[in-house]
C-alpha cells in the first residue's frame, strides 16, 4: 500500500512481501549514494528490529523510518531506550 501510495506522488519505490526481503533489500540499499530515506511499514519492521538497529548504527544515512501499517495497533516506543541502543550508550 505504501509503495502505490508513494509512486502515485512520484516518489520510487520498492515493493517486498516479507521480512527477509526487506532486510535483502535494505542491505543493497545501504551502499548506495542516492537513497535518503526508507520508510518501512511496522508489521515487516518488526520481525527484523534487530538487524534494522544494526544497520542504524553502521549507516545513518539511509534513515530508516517505520510507519504504521494500516490496521496495526498502537504501541508505545521508547525512543530514549531506542538511541541509547543505537549509540552503544
Known amino acids: 500500500m505504501f509503495v502505490t501510495s ?3 506522488a512520484g516518489v520510487e519505490g520498492i515493493k517486498v512481501d516479507s521480512s527477509a526481503q526487506a532486510l535483502s533489500q535494505l542491505n543493497q540499499l545501504s551502499s548506495t549514494t542516492d537513497v535518503g530515506l526508507v ?5 515487516i519492521g518488526k520481525e527484523i528490529r534487530n538487524q534494522l538497529t544494526d544497520l542504524r548504527t553502521k549507516k545513518p544515512i539511509p534513515l530508516i523510518f517505520e ?3 494500516p490496521g496495526s ?3 508505545d516506543v521508547d525512543y530514549r531506550a531506542l538511541l541509547k541502543q543505537i549509540l552503544g550508550v
Open 73 to 75: 495497533s498502537k504501541h
Open 67 to 69: 510507519l504504521p501499517s
Open 39 to 43: 520508510l518501512l511499514s511496522d508489521d
Open 6 to 8: 508513494f509512486k502515485l
